[in-house]
């Protein structure tokens, strides 16, 4: 194991990226090295993500599960529609977070573990995880993803990375991968994407797996959305995420989003 391990830190290294970030190719094809993607939080309707298919060269889009950190469902039986219009996916879990290690823990939105409670960092237990791990199987299933998808557990930016939060996503990734249907990904911020990705990686190994987990990283430095994802800096990448909270306008429908880029036209299949 301890081989293995220094085999993964090993690939994980961080290489440097320069320049600043290229302005957004306009129409044309889809760029050679990576293909372009976006998430945003709410779903924008059919007729806009249609028009969008049509006029950007964005070819795939984050799909938010209902979580314990994203309660909303506009998402929530889109995905037949989505793939009609030609639309790839990558899908997004957004687990409990350790909100202790990203602001005061008053700033937490409940104290206490208590039946009903989401989004609290006292909830980062491996129980919990457990139950979240097969709650976002069966979102998944409900909403017709096939077997073999990738759920990207999405772990927002922290100062630390604690022992709880070590825990929640080793149990998350060890129940999806019990559950036998899907596989774990991982969102993170690059300040944390090679702590926790190793975390996840020696979940894989744990379960006998040959192959890695696939990774969506967040990294603004250097970002450009027509290079590929291991130009980020980390070989194992599958997805950057270079571009935040930018608000574009493709056939006069303007929508806030983030920028990726991919490996493939539909992440969380890995083609």
Same mark, same amino acid.
């Given at each position: 194991?301890?081989?293995?391990? *220094?085999?993964?830190?090993?690939? *994980?290294?961080?290489?440097?990226?320069?320049?600043?970030?290229?302005?957004?190719?306009?129409?044309?094809?889809?760029?050679?090295?990576?293909?372009?993607?976006?998430?945003?939080?709410?779903?924008?309707?059919?007729?806009?993500?249609?028009?969008?298919?049509?006029?950007?060269?964005?070819?795939?889009?984050?799909?938010?599960?209902?979580?314990?950190?994203?309660?909303?469902?506009?998402?929530?039986?889109?995905?037949?529609?989505?793939?009609?219009?030609?639309?790839?996916?990558?899908? *997004?879990?957004?687990?409990?977070?350790?909100?202790?290690?990203?602001?005061?823990?008053?700033?937490?939105?409940?104290?206490?573990?208590?039946?009903?409670?989401?989004?609290?960092?006292?909830?980062?237990?491996?129980?919990?995880?457990?139950?979240?791990?097969?709650?976002?199987?069966?979102?998944?299933?409900?909403?017709?993803?096939?077997?073999?998808?990738?759920?990207?557990?999405?772990?927002?930016?922290?100062?630390?990375?604690?022992?709880?939060?070590?825990?929640?996503?080793?149990?998350?990734?060890?129940?999806?991968?019990?559950?036998?249907?899907?596989?774990?990904?991982?969102?993170?911020?690059?300040?944390?994407?090679?702590?926790?990705?190793?975390?996840?990686?020696?979940?894989?190994?744990?379960?006998?797996?040959?192959?890695?987990?696939?990774?969506?990283?967040?990294?603004?430095?250097?970002?450009?959305?027509?290079?590929?994802?291991?130009?980020?800096?980390?070989?194992?990448?599958?997805?950057?995420?270079?571009?935040?909270?930018?608000?574009?306008?493709?056939?006069?429908?303007?929508?806030?989003?983030?920028?990726?880029?991919?490996?493939?036209?539909?992440?969380?299949?890995?083609?």
């Amino acid at each position: 194991m301890r081989a293995g391990k *220094l085999v993964l830190l090993a690939a *994980l290294t961080v290489a440097g990226v320069a320049g600043a970030c290229a302005p957004l190719p306009v129409g044309g094809p889809v760029p050679a090295r990576g293909v372009p993607g976006f998430d945003t939080r709410d779903y924008p309707g059919d007729g806009t993500m249609r028009r969008w298919f049509e006029a950007s060269p964005y070819r795939w889009v984050g799909y938010y599960l209902p979580s314990p950190c994203y309660t909303g469902t506009t998402w929530t039986g889109r995905r037949s529609a989505l793939r009609q219009m030609g639309w790839g996916f990558a899908v *997004l879990y957004v687990g409990e977070q350790d909100w202790s290690a990203i602001r005061p823990l008053a700033a937490d939105t409940a104290g206490v573990a208590v039946q009903g409670a989401r989004c609290t960092t006292a909830n980062l237990t491996a129980d919990f995880a457990a139950t979240h791990a097969a709650e976002a199987a069966a979102a998944a299933s409900s909403d017709g993803f096939p077997d073999g998808t990738v759920i990207f557990l999405n772990v927002e930016r922290v100062e630390h990375v604690s022992d709880a939060l070590r825990s929640y996503i080793r149990a998350w990734a060890a129940g999806v991968l019990n559950g036998g249907r899907y596989l774990p990904g991982l969102y993170a911020h690059d300040h944390n994407a090679s702590e926790l990705f190793t975390v996840l990686a020696e979940e894989f190994v744990r379960h006998g797996r040959a192959d890695r987990p696939r990774l969506w990283v967040a990294r603004g430095a250097g970002f450009d959305v027509a290079r590929a994802p291991v130009e980020s800096g980390y070989a194992v990448a599958a997805v950057w995420q270079g571009r935040f909270d930018v608000r574009e306008t493709w056939d006069d429908i303007a929508l806030t989003i983030d920028v990726n880029v991919a490996d493939s036209a539909d992440p969380s299949r890995g083609r």
